[in-house]
């Protein structure tokens, strides 16, 4: 079944995915609670005024985590240096969310990139 809900994606999930990603949701939204919760490309986003800023994916040994630009994944590298990445998107473990500081800094730089 294709979610059509974030909540619907997130409960389609095993644990400890699903409990890591329902805590990454939860601190996107207590950082930015005007946060809009979408499914894209069969997976959770996030947007700020109509602009994707965060995405979640789970896989079947990983979960990503998508700042939906380049720009700030370069910006950040070095906060990204333990993880293993992509131009656009971050690998992390299945079983603890991110650090809310970390999360804090790639929020930001892409809400501020959009507005």
Request: hydrophobic content about 45%; glycine content about 6%.
């Amino acid at each position: 079944m294709v979610a059509n809900t974030v909540d619907e994606y997130l409960a389609e999930l095993e644990e400890p995915k699903r409990a890591t990603l329902t805590a990454m949701r939860d601190l996107l939204l207590s950082i930015e609670p005007g946060l809009e919760q979408t499914i894209g490309w069969g997976a959770p986003i996030f947007k700020f005024n109509g602009k994707n800023v965060a995405g979640l994916c789970a896989f079947k040994n990983h979960l990503v985590y998508a700042p939906q630009s380049n720009t700030v994944m370069e910006s950040l590298a070095s906060d990204l240096a333990e993880f293993k990445t992509s131009k656009a998107s971050f690998q992390f473990g299945v079983a603890e969310p991110l650090d809310r500081s970390l999360v804090e800094k790639l929020l930001k730089a892409r809400m501020a990139e959009v507005s």
